[in-house]
């Protein structure tokens, strides 16, 4: 049979159709009028995406380099941060910290379960932090965080909120001003629907002053040299010029659907496929506080999810996740972060059926489609 | 919610990516080495899409503007042709055969029945008719014709036959060569998966003879002017290069694919499709041979079809066709034909049920899914 290809990948994310028309365009030079205003309206717009007042810089690299610059951009040797650790992505801040000499220290959560709010408040008030770094929604394992509760606790505790949250922004209500989330991380490749190779950071006055204080070695990564070129519209270095124009369709998109909408419908297609999954018989990998970027589903026992993730693609060419870290071959994961709606989810939910027919783990054909039409009746 | 615009249409279906890349890559001149290059393939690539070792000539027209070439370079003034009428499309032969002044004759069907081979044969034995014109598939009314019989009885009779068979191609199985057709026409917006804006025709060296002899006005639209351009890797006029080009790329596609699986596609779609319409209460408007290029619905009793038309495209963005002509109002066709897939039909089979539910025709959610998964389970 005809297959077309689908990511059902957490990032990257299906293309937005407009972004990719603007990279076949992008044939500018970066030093001329033409894209310096461009890239002001890229700037402006993700104001509107972030919903802040407070600065967004953007960065040509991938998420990480944005996780790496807050911590050499707002940090001095001998500083103390907290790491909220859920998975793999916590571990990733807690590699940054330490490869730049911060003292670590962490508190964890076993994978499919959050940081409680109060752990952290906790471990705050333990010793003097000058910095709390967690995820807003750890993708390796489909949970979110109390990303309002976790800000209030660091201010408390006069430590800078520093959130990635690459796979939070654009999928769940996240009040960059009103929490006051002094760092708050973005990336390219995720609700924004564009290829990887951007990320975004808005940052608070106050951490923008302490930055000044900070006496981490940075060079490529700088807050206020960014600040500087941003305000005549440049970027400090050659920029990924097609993505931006990329960037500037897929901020437009935003703006006409609306932010809210798009978060909204994130939740509403995530609520669909729990329920969908579960009843196929299926477990979620979450046990409390389900991230709407990406749903984790078990393998069923016995069952490793690489037979199930391959028979998706051969059968169906529909690309989803693997587990990560110690999870891979234990779950797959279904995203809903981004350009997705609803059709393609109940049709992908119809190919599950179908490969977990094929492979053994038997399900009344129709079931977990009739599971997501009951959450999209109510819903639409 | 975000809402994707997907064309259920039977033409222009979805675009193949691989065609709009190269339509956005088409700056070329059509009197060079390059695009002679391009252009030769193209022909040669059409015969196996085709499956015949008549010519085929390629036209810058939409369908119809083949239609009228086969009347305008078959036949002379005073000749008969027949008209097998099924259809809107049929009614299309029958009007360009009297605007070239031909007498015409017709046998016809109602709406939503196929013209029987029976008939047909006993109507070209009531007098010398110098071609029969048919549709292989009815786009209208979504039934299809006995393509093989018809070429038959038009052969035992001396007649030309020749078949619009612009949803047929690449659709149901048609054998060119072996069941003797004259002509065949084709269309680029149908399964090649293309825009509109380019025809085909296949022609036999019986048809070619008699089109030297043939005395109706022509002139842009030419067997011998192409036969005469096309060895030597030309168009007689200026071609549309941009969608050669996405020709090439759909042409390609198709042979990686192979013919058989691409038609086999959309034959498993309809059938799917058929089993899930009437699991959700609704009647299939073709009373018996229906067509694989598109499911003709019947609109519930009482609801104009252009209710559930709106609120497909309003709710979901699934863009469908109404009926037409006389049918219009009274039914809904979705269309298999092309570059579609099983999981994007479950989803719009899904979304058909919420649209169907929320005008008042109610349906078990995930009844129409369930027979569609079933019809896949065995197929797939």
Same mark, same amino acid.
């Given at each position: 049979m005809l297959k077309k290809q689908r990511l059902f990948t957490p990032g990257p994310t299906p293309l937005l159709p407009a972004a990719m028309a603007a990279m076949a365009q992008s044939e500018v030079h970066h030093r001329t009028a033409d894209f310096r205003a461009a890239y002001k309206q890229v700037l402006e717009d993700l104001h509107y995406f972030y919903g802040t007042t407070n600065d967004v810089f953007l960065f040509t690299s991938s998420g990480t380099g944005a996780m790496e610059a807050a911590v050499s951009n707002l940090f001095s040797p001998g500083d103390a941060v907290l790491v909220a650790q859920a998975g793999k992505f916590g571990e990733r801040w807690t590699e940054i910290a330490k490869a730049f000499g911060l003292s670590t220290d962490i508190v964890e959560a076993p994978y499919g379960e959050p940081v409680m709010a109060d752990a952290v408040r906790? %471990?705050?008030? !333990?010793?003097?932090y000058a910095g709390l770094l967690f995820q807003a929604s750890e993708t390796s394992t489909g949970v979110a965080h109390d990303v309002q509760a976790f800000a209030a @606790?660091? @201010?408390?505790h006069g430590a800078l909120s520093i959130v990635d949250a690459i796979t939070g922004l654009g999928v769940m209500p996240i009040d960059v001003d009103g929490w006051g989330l002094d760092v708050v991380i973005g990336g390219s490749q995720k609700s924004l629907a564009i290829p990887p190779g951007l990320a975004f950071a808005s940052v608070s006055a106050r951490a923008l002053e302490q930055s000044k204080k900070a006496a981490l070695p940075r060079f490529y990564f700088s807050y206020a040299r960014e600040k500087k070129a941003a305000d005549k519209g440049d970027a400090s270095w050659t920029p990924s010029t097609a993505l931006i124009l990329a960037l500037a369709q897929s901020l437009k998109f935003v703006r006409e659907l609306g932010r809210e909408t798009l978060i909204a419908n994130a939740a509403f297609l995530a609520e669909a496929t729990r329920a969908a999954v579960q009843a196929m018989g299926l477990q979620l990998f979450a046990k409390s506080s389900p991230s709407s970027a990406v749903t984790a589903v078990c393998s069923p026992e016995g069952v490793d999810s690489r037979v199930i993730i391959r028979a998706l693609r051969d059968r169906f060419n529909l690309i989803v996740a693997n587990?990560?870290? !110690? /999870?891979?071959? %234990? &779950?797959?994961?279904?995203?809903?972060?981004?350009?997705?709606?609803?059709?393609?989810?109940?049709? !992908?939910?119809?190919? &599950?059926?179908?490969? /977990?027919? !094929?492979?053994?783990?038997?399900?009344?054909l129709g079931a977990g489609v009739r599971a997501a039409q009951q959450v999209a009746a109510a819903r639409l």
């Open positions: 906790a %471990k705050l008030g !333990s010793r003097k @606790a660091a @201010a408390e587990g990560q870290g !110690s /999870m891979e071959g %234990k &779950l797959f994961r279904l995203a809903h972060l981004g350009y997705y709606d609803y059709p393609e989810l109940a049709g !992908s939910i119809a190919a &599950l059926e179908l490969v /977990m027919n !094929s492979i053994g783990h038997k399900v009344e």
